[in-house]
């Protein structure tokens, strides 16, 4: 429901009154820092509240104070007057400012991703952000804070079911209640522990405190330890953003989409549309294999390149798990993999090896680095291959770190032959794959040239085919068999569309 003074004419709502409060606290804290540092480390010293020597001028800096908290407060009020937004006509519009006027707008069938989050204190007051992504976007393109819990979610199920096309029967409200989901797997928090404990970095950090040890010693000098405090400051930050950004993370489907959620204290909910994800990467590090954990990454029109903090947070699709749930995953970001034994292509992907032989067409059906070019990378070159099944492009990499990545044919966007001298005079060539920007950059490494060549050829014509045929807005009836309930609760609100597609 809308709050009665959030109604604005014209179909123009409010945010809660509450919101600028929400953003803008920092500056309340220091005004009120500013302003009260020293009376309250005086009243902590036992003496005066008020310096002696300044009780002539306190009425005169108390005024002062109170004009600027009026003045800060003011414009919270005056910022939370002039932000006003709609979602009408195919889009979602955002208007702010009251001195320098802003209006941002998205359009509902190039939404890629909403996200709702949750900063702390918005969730101590039960309020929330929304964000939408959007295709060719830098940033995001539309951002309301904030809105009740209740009602950002309602806005974010109309919006998503209005760019998948779903129509509300003549005379329904103009809300389109929640869509049900269905939890397909959750990260325990021991495993995302571990995880952080077993990564990269913890191996960059023991080798480099064995460094810093040794070097000490040599130099009886423990003067360097006092240096290093800046830095052991920054790694316990880093290992707390990830803990935080992983903790309680949830995967589950619905008719909208992929719902992710994760959060400890600032808690997020993506919801990613059905044929959204334009590539995914599945990654596991040397330490891991021995738990069998893996981590999956995802391109999304509107994230950007996300490298750190919460962008990265952002393109995670899975922080830490097993095949089972890999496999799990990717069945849902590629529902219909266009082969007939999809868990035994895809393990291939995650584990297989060339034989030894060198032949380029291994028996596993991955094109792999002709034997000739072993010495460009003498440890990968039985792993570095590619596999083009009927929808999709599979490019496994890495003999320590194995990769693979998977690219949906119609999310090719367009290709490049890369060849080096040492290339040229094996032999080989790399093709690169251009999507959207993100953490995945799809490269099928060091391939023979003719397998390149046809390679970069038939890739060209199955992408122009598959554009064709896409139709993303049935996604929830390809996974239907892993929720059945979930699509027999949403058939009512697609029927619309349904009907639509038949006529």
Do not use: C
Not at 216 to 245: C, E, R
Not at 307 to 335: C, H, I, Q, Y
Request: aromatic share 8%.
């Amino acid at each position: 429901m809308v709050l009665p003074d959030q109604a604005v004419d014209g179909g123009w709502k409010r945010v809660h009154p509450a919101s600028p409060f929400v953003r803008g606290w920092v500056a309340l804290a220091a005004v009120g820092f500013f302003f009260g540092r020293d009376a309250f480390e005086r009243l902590l010293q036992g003496r005066d509240f008020v310096d002696p020597a300044l009780s002539g001028r306190a009425p005169w800096l108390l005024a002062g104070g109170g004009v600027v908290l009026l003045l800060t407060v003011g414009g919270f009020i005056l910022s939370w007057y002039f932000t006003r937004y709609q979602v009408a006509e195919g889009f979602v519009r955002v208007n702010t400012g009251f001195l320098f006027k802003q209006q941002r707008q998205a359009r509902l069938d190039r939404v890629q991703a909403i996200d709702i989050v949750q900063p702390l204190l918005a969730r101590i007051f039960g309020l929330a952000e929304l964000k939408f992504e959007v295709a060719d976007a830098g940033e995001s393109a539309v951002r309301l804070a904030y809105l009740p819990v209740e009602q950002a979610k309602q806005l974010r199920a109309t919006i998503l079911a209005r760019a998948a096309g779903v129509v509300s029967e003549p005379g329904s409200p103009q809300e389109v209640p929640e869509a049900p989901e269905h939890v397909v797997l959750s990260v325990p928090p021991g495993r995302l522990l571990g995880s952080l404990l077993l990564s990269e970095q913890t191996v960059g950090i023991l080798l480099g405190a064995a460094a810093v040890v040794s070097t000490s010693v040599l130099l009886d000098n423990t003067a360097i330890f006092l240096a290093l405090i800046p830095a052991i400051l920054g790694i316990g930050a880093s290992y707390w953003n990830a803990f935080n950004k992983g903790y309680n993370f949830t995967a589950a489907i619905s008719p909208d989409g992929i719902r992710l959620r994760y959060g400890l204290l600032d808690t997020q909910a993506q919801t990613l549309p059905p044929g959204r994800i334009q590539a995914v990467m599945v990654r596991q590090p040397p330490i891991w294999r021995i738990f069998g954990w893996y981590r999956m990454h995802v391109n999304v029109a509107g994230y950007g390149a996300a490298g750190t903090g919460e962008g990265a947070a952002r393109t995670m699709l899975l922080p830490v798990g097993l095949k089972s749930d890999a496999l799990r995953m990717l069945s849902l970001v590629l529902p219909d993999p266009g082969i007939d034994n999809p868990e035994e292509v895809f393990v291939t992907g995650l584990e297989g090896l060339a034989p030894a032989s060198g032949s380029a067409s291994g028996t596993d059906g991955f094109v792999t680095t002709p034997r000739r070019a072993w010495l460009l990378a003498p440890l990968g070159w039985r792993r570095n291959g590619f596999l083009a099944t009927g929808t999709a492009l599979l490019i496994r990499s890495g003999r320590w770190w194995r990769t693979l990545v998977v690219v949906p044919h119609q999310r090719t966007q367009s290709m490049a032959l890369q060849q080096g001298p040492l290339a040229r005079h094996f032999g080989v060539a790399d093709l690169v794959l251009h999507t959207t920007a993100g953490p995945v950059m799809p490269r099928v490494f060091q391939a023979g040239v003719p397998q390149a060549v046809e390679l970069f050829d038939q890739q060209a014509a199955r992408a122009r085919e598959a554009r064709k045929r896409q139709t993303s807005e049935q996604w929830l009836a390809q996974v239907a068999p892993q929720a059945p309930e979930v699509a027999a609760a949403a058939r009512p609100q697609h029927t619309n569309q349904e009907d639509r597609q038949d006529g």
